[in-house]
């Protein structure tokens, strides 16, 4: 008989091993991501191992560099929104909140294979069955990762306290050139404040920074607009990368002749002026009083030249 809910051991970031969850029933709504192993020299990029909740694939935005490109490129329907069976998603979320193997608190990511508010505006939002599902523990936390702005369905909950939001954002020339069909980012960070205000964890993604002309301009520009409006509760910065497979399934390849160099999850920017986009933008943070910052997919040589303990991270997928 299939075990409910599977564990295993993992090492950790910070070198220590930990018997986690590995996955829920048959692995195919809640599983963990490993993909990133644990970095063992200067350009191995750091990502934490943290469980998804696969409840859609797809997203309805084209962006340029968009991974999903490449993840979803053997199939049919590549990476057209699908929504997977309600009642399974359900059934898997039940068995990992009757599961007492595990009482460490975690974050279920509902943002690594699609956009989580892609449902919003359909007869079933995923937004009330998952947070019905979650109100009466507190254990787990849903983190949304999303560009959408439709927040109205997040607005009519009564208690947020189980409920994370994330919004990728980006400087409004790089947006206007290569997020085909998203929302502009002013508009993203309205829908961010409203749910700031009504109480709820708002974080945001700075991701992926591409070194435009007057780059410095422009992303001034966005970290303004955020403190404008609000003091997100965590900001985790990413650069400009591609995994082959994402570029090789890019229409737009406009992008790519920015990737200079190797790492082992796929080009990257140069790492000098990675750094010296780092450097000006937690400089720009700092100014703004605020100093909960992290990066993303970023090799440990970035870490350290920026003088940042990747071993005691808390990015965007962690708590």
Partial sequence: MMAKVSISEYEQLSGKKKIQIQKVRDGSIITRFDRTPIPSCGTDVVCP???QLKWATGCPYNCAWCYLQGTFRLQEYKKTPRIKDMEKMET??????EDEQNKVP???NSGE????????????PFSKRILKLLECQDRYKVLFVTKSINVNNLLTVANPENCIISFSVNALAVSK???HGAPDPISRLDAAKKLADAGFE???RLDPMVPIENWKEEYDSLVDSIFERFTPDRITMGSLRGLQSTINNSPDKTWIPYLKELSNWGRKVDKEIRLEMYRYLIDKLKEKGFEDFALCKETVDCWNALGLDYKKISCNCTL
């Fill in 49 to 51: 191992h943290f469980l």
């Fill in 202 to 204: 708002v974080r945001l």
């Fill in 177 to 179: 050139r290569w997020e």
């Fill in 106 to 108: 975690e974050i279920l």
């Fill in 92 to 97: 898997a979320v039940r068995s990992l909140l």
């Fill in 113 to 124: 294979l699609s956009d989580s508010l892609l449902s919003e505006e359909s007869e079933d």
